[in-house]
């Protein structure tokens, strides 16, 4: 009773999608003559029903799309700014992930009479609103008869009782068990006799386990999502022994480290693009402290979003003088929490969703550094309920004074690095307050997390 008591008929919606069924119709009847004649053996309803649909963030429109008794075809446009698909999961049929602006057809063959859930199967998108409801045979050609099957297909409410049931299952799994654990340090391979560190990294297309039993097609570099961190200190010398396993080209930017130009990773201008099975040394000097991302420079909006992506970090951020006399001394736990919401991992925190994000502990007076990394595609306000942070540093250059705050707004690509002292005994929740970015009427899901101070 999930998915339909969520969508909302306005009438609106109801013209539009009547509208678009007959511009469906007339579109075929103009071009489809020669292809309708193959099958007009098989007499009448043997027309193809053609509707437009529209993906965008967070919607599916129209939300309420009637087709009568046949075959019919959905033709899906994306016009969004995020990857979309649209799957109808009672048939186990879905388009391509589509990009922005990208169109296409859902052959839904010759569904039988019913009702049928329609929704973007990107984790978060639907929970977010990108619902509708599919009716085939529904009120054939008398709409007016459909008045008293009108009560009935008016949005019923969720009982509450339901309603709570699920959000209580879903924060009781928490912190659930899934496959993989992305973001730790990565040790160099070897040291060159000259001191140079040296990394390998393989991109691959792997499986990934965003929540319990939703398991993804991404890309990772070491196949975990987020990559390894790598760490250096200022003065060391680094190679990178790149291989790229996947099926398409790439290549390897290191966001926010100060590199020479040809180590820049920006094909085809500073090299020449990674190609399938193709390899690539990136080799250069940890000049200045750095608080950074290695990330894809190549069909990026798919590539990063859907896992290449993992913390460079260089030295360390310094505590503030104000903060050292604030009983902010030493840095007892660091954490890097990298930002998504697009792609085939969808909303995450270090490529997790809700309840399988992990939570962090801290004793009263314990600090923890964090260092938002927002690799989405949309902004995320990351709220505390306990305790208040400090952005000590902006992108890896520290502050001269630092600013508090229980939510810090982190952009795609920025990356802001916050210290928090334990202080309140307690499990204190942690989310994206984008609220439909962390909850859902069946529960909590996606940029949610939590700290649990401990006395
Ligand atoms: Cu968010």
Redesign the pocket.
Known sequence: MSKEDRSVLGWGAFAVAIAALFVGLFALRDDGASAGSESAGEGAGAAVTVVEVTLAEWSITPAMIEVPSGPAVLRVTNAGLMVHNLSLPSLGIKTADLAPGETADLDLGTPADGNYDLLCDIPGHSASGMTAMLTVGGSGGGGDTTGGGGAGAAPARMDWQEMDRMMEEVALEFPAKTEGHGGDLLEPTMIDSDGTKVFDIVAEEIKWEVSPGKVVDAMAYNGVVPAPEIHLEVGDRIRINFTNKMLESTDIHFHGIRVPNAMDGVDPYTQPVVVPGGTFVYEFEALEPAVGIYHSHHNAQEQIPNGLFGAFTIGEMPIPEYLKDKGYTKVDKKVNMV?N?AGTIG?SLNGKSFPATEPYTLRVGEVMQVTYMNEGL????MHMHQPLGWIIAKDGVPLPSPIPGDTFNVAPGERYTVLYKGTDVGVWAWH???LT??ESPEGMF??VTAVIVEA
Not at 378 to 381: D, K, L
């Open positions: 930002l919401d909303l949309t902004s995320h306000p994206c307050h984008i970015h962390a996606g940029m």
